[in-house]
């Protein structure tokens, strides 16, 4: 049973975090609770409504989520957004633990609440991607159902917004004394050196002073809510005290505030932060061991540093993340590879972000740009203007939907001579399998990718299947023509649903597709199938014939396609046509 | 004081099942300790090498274990077992599932099988050689291997005292249904056994917690 059927409550994915966030600020100024969840960089899609919700404030709880990615995991950036609170004049609290990010919560919706004002919480990496013990509370019986009140301040126009600015500076004072009294904030130990720790980097620091043999010794001021800075309260605790050391998790946002205060209130104190901690990347046990050691004056190696025998790590061969077996991308960007040897076509790929951006690895190598969700066809229509070179740009449905559609319109009107190939997979699959509005989900309505490029009016419009390597190129080659002919984009939508949905649901059925082998006698030994199409169940075996790993075989027969002597076949005999529906 | 386990492995491996099925054990089986189960990859790791950082103790703090104090490693894969040696504290329990997934468009040679457990020996007497994959493959249920992992570490923490392993096999049931959920509890008991018959009680014993 899902979250949203337990609680009665109404949860959506949407298109984009600009409607996401959207959505749940109609719901807050109607009177009825809200969250917002996004990645950061989702953020900066969403910031354009983010600064006008501070103008206008809230009638009912609304919290928006956002989870930065310190060392960029899965991101592109690791943009710290604590800023947009201080731009947005928006709160800001950072849980230290996954069960304090519960509770904070809860708190955000009190405050959020009391304020008539957005909250901001922000949790990092290592809150998002980790479980621990939480102790859950009762659930009340939501409330669902709201009333919009008619007023001026949700009407931006010059009048209403500097009114709206007034009393938004105004709110922000009065928030600092309610944060300064808060009890997510707190001071532990004391002495003449102090630690600031916010968010998760108060686990490392604790952990750090007991490998230490430190506790009360020195002075921890723990912040769970960063922004407005809880003046008050580090007035307080910071009165005794001669140096102190400002650990968070990228950059120094908190140490700027702190330096301010400081100076403002004439404090003497000395600030450290980043000078010892450095800026990028998320914490570590060691780092911050490393910088207390240095701040304290202490001199102490850690076990990790007794330098091991040999460096292995660096003789291993790197095991970058593939596309999975049956990925249908592989074949499509296989043909695409191929048609540019064949045609001998000087490419620049205008990539974006989904699974498809491990085609930036090799063999492929057909990623030349990846900047953000969307990117790529922006990015594509500027080339198209300065570059000589053929323009390609790859886009996910779900990309496609959620920033693709604006720059295809651009390439359109303003004639921009590219192929665009839409990978339409029908899910959201590098992030965990959302629904992308291709999907074809109960209960969703959904929208066939052609038929919004048709409605634009562009001319060129195929949809293949990515299988079916031969009729891919032979649609590449008719692209090509009609975009150097016509001087205006070609779109070609590979459509094949992705693998790992069409396993899940095989087996939820108790279906399968036996694995292919190959025929060592027929086999020439070119390495088409492990070099080029590169299917991690494919091996070179003795003699440079290829051998098929069973255990990562999903029998989706793709490869068959690629072999130039038809020497790849199913392990057993099956009845293909009963498996091969579930792939559409 | 806090047990250490990293997981490692290549993505889509079942790691994260794997963890999750870890921490949810200790809780289910005992109530006044904390757990932790950080994973480093999203799932855009498939195919990917991943490790995940499972703490357990009275008091965790920090999600991520420090490099030199994991106190067992249980591996999928034996090159991404050898990738993340400095993570092990000294003598630390490895168990290592005997398979060498190539990584696609290889370049340069793969280390054999010898010269990677050779590596992990130089810095354990404590690293055992589990079939899991060769076990799960003849029971037709490749992706249940890291079952055999659960079932070696269930071994380990039972003698521990952390976990009861009859609430182990109840969660277990809950995974997967017909022939794969029975060969997941033919795979935990082929690694507790591996763990019964291979591991010394001296050696578990003297694990932190
Ligand atoms: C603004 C923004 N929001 C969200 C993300 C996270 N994200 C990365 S890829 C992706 C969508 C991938 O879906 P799709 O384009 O359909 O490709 P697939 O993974 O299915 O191949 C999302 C939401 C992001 N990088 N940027």
Partial sequence: MQVRDLLGIYVEWSVNEKVAFEVAYAAAISGVRSLVAMKHVGLNVASDPLMSSAYT????????????????????????????????????????????????????????????????????????????????????????????????????????????????????????????????????????????????????????????????????????????????????????????????????????????????????????????????????????????????????????????KRDLRAELPQRPPTLCPGCPYRPLFYAVKMFAIRNKLNLVAAGDIGCYSLGYNPPFNLQDIIIEMGGGLGVANGLAKVVENTIITFIGDSTFFHAGIPPLINAFVNRSPQIVVILDNEVTAMTGHQPSPSSRFKDRAYVPIENVVKGIGIRFVKVVDPFNIRRVMNVLSSALEHVRKYKEPAVIVARRRCALEVMRDLGRLSLTAPSYIIDPHKCIACGLCYNWFSCPAIVPGSEGKALIDPELCVGCGACVNVCPVDAIKPSKPYDKESIEKYWF | ????????????????????????????????????????????????????????????????????????????????????????????????????????????????????????????????????????????????????????????????????????????KGVGRGRVREANLKLFNYGYSAARNLVRDDIINKLPY
């Fill in chain 1, 57 to 308: 404030g809230v009638k009912e709880g609304f919290v928006i989520v956002s989870a930065d990615d310190p060392s960029m995991w899965s991101s592109q950036n690791e943009q710290d957004n604590r800023f947009y609170g201080l731009h947005a004049y928006i709160p800001v609290f950072e849980p230290s633990s996954p069960a304090e990010a519960k509770e904070l919560t809860k708190y955000s919706y009190g405050f959020s609440s009391q304020f008539k004002h957005p909250v901001i919480l922000r949790i990092t990496t290592r809150i998002s991607h980790t479980r621990a013990v939480v102790d859950l509370g009762e659930v009340g019986k939501p409330k669902t159902k709201g009333v919009f009140i008619k007023e001026p301040r949700y009407v931006l126009i010059p009048t209403n917004a500097r009114r709206n600015k007034l009393e938004l500076v105004e709110k922000i004072n009065r928030m600092v004394k309610e944060l300064s009294k808060s009890p997510f904030n707190k001071v532990e130990g004391s002495g003449g050196l102090a630690v600031i720790a916010s968010g998760i980097a108060y686990l490392y620091v604790k952990e750090a002073l007991e490998k230490l043999k430190l506790g009360s010794e020195v002075t921890l001021i723990k912040l769970s809510t960063v922004y407005p800075i809880p003046k008050y309260l580090l007035i307080d605790a910071l009165k005794d005290v001669k140096k102190v050391l400002v650990v968070e998790e990228v950059d120094p946002f908190v140490e700027i505030l702190v330096r301010g205060l400081v100076s403002e209130e004439g404090l003497n104190v000395e600030i450290y932060g980043k000078n010892y901690l450095g800026y990028p990347f998320e914490l570590t046990v060691e780092r911050v061991y490393k910088a207390l050691s240095r701040f304290l004056n202490i001199d102490t190696a850690l076990r990790s540093e007794e330098g091991s």
């Fill in chain 2, 1 to 172: 004081m806090v047990l250490n386990v990293v997981v490692v492995g290549v993505g889509g491996q079942g790691l994260l099942l794997l963890s999750r099925l870890i921490g949810e054990s200790v809780i289910a089986s005992n109530t006044d300790i904390n757990v932790s189960v950080a994973e480093t990859h999203g799932l855009s790791q498939r195919g990917g090498s991943v490790i995940v950082h499972i703490r357990m103790g009275k008091e965790v703090f920090a999600p991520l274990i420090p490099r030199g104090e994991a106190n067992i490693m249980l591996a999928l894969e034996m090159l991404e077992a050898a990738r993340y040696l400095d993570y092990l504290s000294r003598n630390a329990i490895v168990a290592v599932n005997d398979k060498v997934i190539r990584p696609i468009a290889l370049k340069g040679s793969l280390p054999s099988k010898e010269e990677l457990l050779s590596a992990l020996k130089s810095k354990s007497s404590n690293v055992y050689v589990i079939k899991a994959s060769e076990t799960a493959l003849a029971l037709n249920a490749p992706l249940s291997a890291n079952m055999a992992l659960l079932g070696f570490i269930g071994y380990i923490l039972e003698v521990k005292g952390i976990i009861d392993i009859n609430m182990v096999k109840e969660i277990i």
